[in-house]
């Protein structure tokens, strides 16, 4: 818990008014230029970024700045890797600040799978470029030319000639205060040259994380720290009729803040912010809410604009309408997914420290300039007199984007003039953060009498848009996506559009290989328009040693046995996932096997990668299986982890993830793309077995197929 | 407040030991281990999930049984053996089942894992060797959303023996 520094917050600031060197100590800082939002939101040549800088020191140790942040996803330790790898340092040797607006480039958010693709390549380049300075400074007391050294744990030297003079990073940076700027052409290594990145190593932190010493927002404290609870209304869309709040006041050292509908308070112990939390008495004016029942037909009436997070997309490309009129074969279905929770382990917690008229707010978000600019808005102060430092969080999966926290954390603390912690209970984490959008897609689609297909039309109401286009050649097609107003909270979710989407399509491609009678692997190989998607479909198959078949197996005697498969292509990975299963007599559903096929590229950190995969196939088998958010009257009806069911130990099958390492392919993000075939080959795999088939997530609510 | 009992009630009360420093506690307002443990003592490791006894995330040891500490009264804990996440390392040498955490890559975010950790020591201090079958079914009770069930199985099994590869998925 750094002292705020006395200047601007470095991203509002120009380069050379930066502290880094007061901050940082002497040496040498590497700068790589922003790349301002245009006018349409987005940066000219890709999405908008605050740019980066590594600071290299008279210690000889790089430190890196990225507004990403690190939420398990492993983050960390992969873009560490590959400034370790530029500067040929060893990892422990860099030091990378995540996600604190003072110091930190500005940054859109950790989400969309884009830390590895962006970030990294900036801190690449950067880091490739400070590298080149070290050879350029080393030159004169080498005496050779800068094309002739090369770098070497932390040594400069001339190339090859291991025991020839050299000189440190740290001798080069002695007592210089020097601001470089990444030039317009660097040659970062190629990942063919990696000898750091690419490699088995365990990520950073794991000490701090076993002794339990790691620290996340919800364990920070500060003297004088007082705990603060924020009132929520009982049901959605409730405003607050009446509230009394002196009996809260009155007890001893409570401080209580309402500003319009905002109710919170404060307390030096949890305990009694709780007794005062509940001696507000307030009354709630409620307005009728939908039902779960109900839900499909009321996202239908209710259509709405696009949000910022996810884009629309209307993709036609011939004409659907004739070709489905013309096609031999048709088919129609309605596929649905659940609102489901993203039920972080750590809940959302944010800690607000006022020193004079500057505010410091540590807080678990994925979205840490946001929170700034959310926090200045809502307490009137200007940004750059506010800090947001993410902490350790205890994983997001994209549910932790909302500031409400941090600006209620504020506003106590403003109040109150001490620090003020507030951490959601489990309830409050599941009924007032947000939840994944329950989706509706319907499909129709054409094909010959052979099974080519002729025709395709998807439309996606309420998830979005990701991976609405899917990876196979139709002449015929129409895409789109509606949103819609959604009586719950919805947001952000790790790969919500594309599990929904991935899973309808996949879902589809399936009946329709039925239909015509084909072998489900070999239909969509036969469509599939991108060989890498292909030869990772081929994998799998391969492993699993699948049996081209033209019918369904099952179902014989029980239990049957099935096997289903499915692929994806989103955010510049490449999935393909084949789930086994059983169905006993009593149509209990078991999972007896997942294998998922993945390619990103080339592989940075593979250790973390494979536990992304299998981690991201977990969370998938949840919401594929038995989660769901139950709701009625503006209230959820499961709001605990005894009513709302995750995965555990027991439900995971045996995992086994194929990477495919492409090396002359850049780094793409894990997080998401590895989910989003779990869904749809465990669907296709309960109709190989029964011949039934689902079109509703989760499947097995209550462990049976239903 | 009720100042007089609180004091009489600390002095008729046995201490909390945990991790082998015995605290004065006083019973006279009832409170949770978990929130006698983060909250007053200041071990942050033990780690609040869910408050109901579901997820494991704050499991310690009372006279080495693992129990959530969060459905435990601190009444029913003094004058016993508390040991905490803290209490399993000294200085710079790990637990074996740390170590072997560590040497698994079995976490992610790393939340659930001290209760994981503490969770193991229980299970292996009553069968070293336990099966597959054996860890799942005591470790069902600990949940870790970032869905790292293999590794955390595979940790938990390579204490005491060399690690099995990666081909014999555990089951
Ligand atoms: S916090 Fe105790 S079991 Fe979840
Ligand atoms: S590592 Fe994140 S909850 Fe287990």
């Not at chain 1, 399936?510 to 479909?537: M, N, S």
């Not at chain 1, 099935?562 to 999972?591: W, Y």
């Not at chain 1, 096997?593 to 977990?618: D, K, M, W, Y």
């Not at chain 2, 909390?16 to 929130?35: C, Q, Y």
């Amino acid at each position: 818990m750094n002292p705020s520094p006395a200047g601007l917050p470095y991203d509002l600031a120009p380069a050379e008014e930066r502290d880094y060197f007061a901050r940082l100590g002497p040496g040498l800082v590497m700068v790589l230029p922003p790349r301002p939002p245009g006018p349409s939101g987005w940066g000219a040549g890709g999405p908008p970024h605050g740019g980066a800088w590594i600071h290299l020191g008279e210690d000889g140790r790089a430190r890196a700045f990225t507004g990403k942040v690190e939420v398990g996803q492993g983050t960390r330790t992969a873009l560490s890797l590959l400034v370790a790898e530029e500067l040929a340092l060893p990892l422990a040797a860099v030091e990378l600040t995540m996600g604190d607006t003072d110091v930190s480039p500005w940054d859109m958010g950790t989400f969309g799978s884009r830390s590895m693709l962006d970030v990294g390549e900036h801190l690449r380049a950067t880091a490739a470029a400070l590298g080149d300075l070290l050879r350029e400074l080393a030159a004169p007391a080498l005496g050779r030319p800068v094309s002739e050294l090369e770098l070497a744990n932390g040594e400069v030297r001339a190339r090859g000639e291991a025991r020839g003079p050299s000189v440190r990073y740290g001798t080069l940076a002695r007592g210089l205060r020097r601001i470089a700027t990444v030039p317009a052409t660097v040659h970062p290594r190629g990942p063919a040259e990696w000898q750091r990145a690419g490699r088995p190593t365990s990520n950073l932190g794991a000490i701090e994380v076993v002794t339990g010493a790691r620290q996340y927002a919800s364990d920070l404290r500060l003297p004088g720290m007082l705990h603060g609870r924020i009132l929520f209304p009982p049901a959605y869309g409730a405003r607050l009729r009446r509230i009394d709040l002196d009996r809260a006041r009155a007890l001893p050292g409570v401080t209580v803040v309402r500003e319009g509908d905002f109710v919170a308070v404060a307390a030096p112990d949890p305990l009694l912010a709780g007794r005062a939390l509940r001696a507000l008495a307030a009354e709630w004016a409620t307005e009728p809410q939908p039902s779960e029942l109900e839900i499909v037909e009321y996202l239908r009436r209710h259509p709405a604009e696009g949000e910022d997070f996810w884009d629309v997309v209307h993709y036609t490309v011939g004409d659907v309408e004739s070709a489905l009129a013309r096609a031999p074969v048709s088919l129609r279905a309605t596929y649905t997914t659940a609102y489901i929770a993203h039920v972080p382990m750590e809940t959302h917690a944010a800690l607000a420290s006022w020193e004079g008229e500057r505010l410091t707010v540590w807080v678990g978000t994925q979205t840490p300039f946001r929170a700034r600019e959310s926090v200045a808005d809502a307490l009137g102060v200007r940004p750059a007199d506010v800090r947001v430092v993410v902490p350790p969080t205890g994983s997001g999966f994209g549910g932790k984007h909302a500031h409400d926290l941090a600006i209620g954390a504020a506003r106590l603390a403003r109040a109150a003039g001490r620090p003020v912690r507030i951490v959601f209970t489990r309830e409050e984490e599941f009924s007032h953060a947000y939840f994944r959008p329950m989706a509706v897609v319907e499909i129709r689609s054409g094909a010959e009498l052979d099974g080519r297909l002729t025709a395709w039309q998807l439309h996606d109401l309420n998830a979005g848009s990701a991976a609405a286009r899917g990876p196979y050649r139709v002449p015929n097609q129409r895409v789109e996506n509606q949103p819609a107003e959604s009586p719950l909270p919805q947001g952000s979710y790790r790969a919500l559009a594309a599990t929904a989407n991935t899973f309808a399509r996949e879902s589809h491609m399936d009946e329709l290989a039925a239909r015509v009678g084909a072998d489900p692997v070999e239909y969509r190989l036969r469509h599939l328009e991108d060989e890498r998607l292909a030869a990772v479909l081929r994998a799998v198959a391969e492993r699993v040693g699948w049996r081209p078949r033209a019918v369904p197996s099952g179902p014989a005697a029980p239990p049957a046995l099935g096997r289903g498969v499915a692929v994806g292509l989103e955010k510049g990975g490449r999935v393909a996932t084949c789930a086994e299963v059983a169905v006993d007599e009593a149509r209990r559903l078991e999972v007896r096997r997942i294998v998922t096929g993945f390619e990103c590229g080339a592989i940075v950190h593979p250790a973390n990668l494979r536990s992304q995969v299998e981690g991201g196939t977990v969370m998938a088998l949840g919401g594929a299986l038995f989660e769901a958010v139950h709701f009625a009257g503006g209230r959820i009806l499961n709001p605990k982890l005894s009513e709302y069911r995750v995965p555990r130990f027991r439900d995971v099958p045996p995992i086994e993830v194929l990477l495919v390492d492409r090396r002359d392919l850049p780094s793409e993000g894990a997080g998401e793309t590895p989910l989003i075939a779990v869904a749809p080959a465990v669907a296709n795999a309960i109709f190989d077995a029964t011949g039934r088939r689902l079109r509703t997530l989760p499947l097995a609510p209550d462990g049976a197929v239903p | 407040m009720p100042v007089r009992e609180s004091t009489d009630a600390r002095r008729a009360t046995p201490p909390l030991r945990v991790n082998g420093v015995d605290h004065p506690i006083d019973l006279a307002r009832e409170r949770s281990l978990l929130f006698v443990l983060r909250e007053e003592l200041g071990l942050t490791g033990t780690k609040y999930g869910c408050g109901e006894g579901e997820c494991g995330a704050c499991t310690v040891l009372v006279d080495g049984v693992a129990v959530r500490s969060c459905t435990t009264s601190v009444a029913e804990a003094v004058g016993r053996s508390v040991t905490t996440v803290e209490g399993l390392s000294h200085g710079e040498m790990l637990h074996p089942v740390q170590r072997a955490f560590v040497e698994a890559g079995a976490f992610q975010c790393g939340f659930c894992i001290p209760g994981m950790i503490v969770a193991a020591v229980a299970l292996l201090n009553r069968n070293p060797h336990p099966g597959v079958d054996e860890i799942r079914a005591v470790m069902n009770g600990n949940i870790c959303r970032c869905g790292g069930y293999l590794r955390i199985v595979e940790a938990i099994r390579s204490v005491g023996g060399p690690a099995r590869t990666e081909s014999e998925a555990p089951r």
